[in-house]
């Protein structure tokens, strides 16, 4: 197994990622945008944190009418970050994007928010329509930027700034499985003993040449976890789009999305609690044949790594921020002090 030529979800042929962020005037937060390819892909959802903010997820399941998703969104600003997606939808219908309906196409885009309200200054400053709309115009096949970004402009997961990371693997028989997440947890990326990042151990050789031995910087690590504030039920959150060439339907995505949550839980610690609205999606492009059961269990595995290696991305990317609602010091600024 290997990374591909990006290590990123744009490794999978077809898709294209844009992101957008609002900052200033009291704002600090964003969108991410992942596009499937024209005519929409296979998808999925596992949503497992107790305070969700999602669209569009009860098509996802097997037995519904729709059977193809034509966008993804993450989304910042909780609940009121849902309008971002019709933003997204008004630019995939001017290009004739969508489920076919008599006489118009309705695009199909679920979404997902996570909870940054507030951390730039100012509540009423959160992502809506236009910004939405933005991330539609700048997105792109190409390799995709990490850190302070999009949705994890304002992302901060225990104690530390969060951030949108990536990461791909190519599997022995050239199948493609690839993640993108926004690390926005209660729960810390960390490990509290060692200070070493928990989803390290997961990188692919060679994938982490300047990883952070943290020596000296547990305490520091330490401090900035306490510093946090008091968690509050549905003030977190941490979302995930997996993707894969292969063909699979929507319980075969459905599937894959549970997988993700898994990467999930070795990255972070812990998730899926009162206080986080986790979400998984998972789109299939349906650009190799369906696997056998040897070839799906290969790509559930590699499923969870690979969220696992994009939360450490996230968290080695993101840069340090503060506000006039707090600061948020990055994992390379104390590991590396």
């Given at each position: 197994m290997r990374p591909g030529p990006r290590n990123g979800l744009t490794d999978v042929t077809g898709l294209r990622v844009g992101q957008a962020a609002l900052t200033g005037d009291g704002a600090l937060s964003g969108v991410t945008v992942v596009l499937a390819p024209p005519g929409g892909a296979a998808a999925g959802a596992?949503?497992?944190?107790?305070?969700?903010?999602?669209r569009e997820?009860?098509?996802?399941?097997?037995?519904?009418?729709?059977?193809?998703?034509?966008a993804v969104?993450?989304?910042?600003?909780?609940?009121?970050?849902?309008?971002?997606?019709?933003g997204v939808m008004a630019r995939l219908e001017a290009a004739g994007?969508?489920?076919?309906?008599?006489?118009a196409v309705v695009p199909i885009v679920p979404a997902a928010v996570l909870f940054d309200l507030g951390r730039g200054g100012d509540v009423r400053a959160r992502p809506g329509a236009a910004l939405g709309a933005h991330a539609v115009?700048?997105?792109?096949?190409?390799?995709?930027?990490q850190g302070t970004v999009g949705a994890g402009t304002g992302a901060a997961a225990g104690g530390l700034k969060g951030g949108v990371g990536t990461a791909s693997a190519v599997l022995e028989d050239g199948t493609t499985v690839a993640a993108l997440v926004a690390v926005n947890a209660v729960g810390s990326a960390v490990d509290p003993a060692t200070g070493v990042l928990l989803g390290a151990r997961h990188g692919l050789p060679g994938e982490f040449p300047d990883l952070p031995t943290a020596a000296g910087a547990v305490e520091a690590l330490r401090e900035a976890a306490e510093r946090r504030a008091a968690p509050r039920p549905g003030t977190a959150t941490s979302l995930i789009v997996l993707a894969t060439d292969l063909t699979l339907d929507k319980a075969g995505c459905g599937r894959l999305a549970t997988m993700g949550h898994?990467?999930?839980?070795?990255?972070?610690?812990?998730?899926?609690?009162?206080?986080?609205?986790?979400?998984a999606f998972a789109l299939a492009t349906g650009t190799r044949p369906a696997p056998d059961a040897t070839a799906l269990?290969?790509?559930?595995?590699?499923?969870a790594d690979v969220v696992a290696r994009a939360v450490v991305h996230a968290m080695l990317a993101a840069t340090t921020v503060t506000t006039t609602a707090g600061h948020w010091p990055s994992y390379r600024s104390l590991a590396e002090a």
């Amino acid at each position: 197994m290997r990374p591909g030529p990006r290590n990123g979800l744009t490794d999978v042929t077809g898709l294209r990622v844009g992101q957008a962020a609002l900052t200033g005037d009291g704002a600090l937060s964003g969108v991410t945008v992942v596009l499937a390819p024209p005519g929409g892909a296979a998808a999925g959802a596992d949503v497992r944190g107790a305070a969700p903010g999602t669209r569009e997820t009860d098509l996802l399941v097997p037995g519904t009418t729709v059977d193809r998703v034509h966008a993804v969104v993450l989304s910042g600003g909780s609940a009121y970050g849902l309008d971002t997606a019709g933003g997204v939808m008004a630019r995939l219908e001017a290009a004739g994007e969508g489920f076919a309906v008599p006489g118009a196409v309705v695009p199909i885009v679920p979404a997902a928010v996570l909870f940054d309200l507030g951390r730039g200054g100012d509540v009423r400053a959160r992502p809506g329509a236009a910004l939405g709309a933005h991330a539609v115009d700048v997105a792109s096949g190409g390799a995709i930027t990490q850190g302070t970004v999009g949705a994890g402009t304002g992302a901060a997961a225990g104690g530390l700034k969060g951030g949108v990371g990536t990461a791909s693997a190519v599997l022995e028989d050239g199948t493609t499985v690839a993640a993108l997440v926004a690390v926005n947890a209660v729960g810390s990326a960390v490990d509290p003993a060692t200070g070493v990042l928990l989803g390290a151990r997961h990188g692919l050789p060679g994938e982490f040449p300047d990883l952070p031995t943290a020596a000296g910087a547990v305490e520091a690590l330490r401090e900035a976890a306490e510093r946090r504030a008091a968690p509050r039920p549905g003030t977190a959150t941490s979302l995930i789009v997996l993707a894969t060439d292969l063909t699979l339907d929507k319980a075969g995505c459905g599937r894959l999305a549970t997988m993700g949550h898994d990467g999930l839980a070795r990255a972070l610690s812990p998730v899926h609690t009162i206080m986080d609205g986790d979400a998984a999606f998972a789109l299939a492009t349906g650009t190799r044949p369906a696997p056998d059961a040897t070839a799906l269990f290969a790509v559930h595995a590699a499923a969870a790594d690979v969220v696992a290696r994009a939360v450490v991305h996230a968290m080695l990317a993101a840069t340090t921020v503060t506000t006039t609602a707090g600061h948020w010091p990055s994992y390379r600024s104390l590991a590396e002090a």
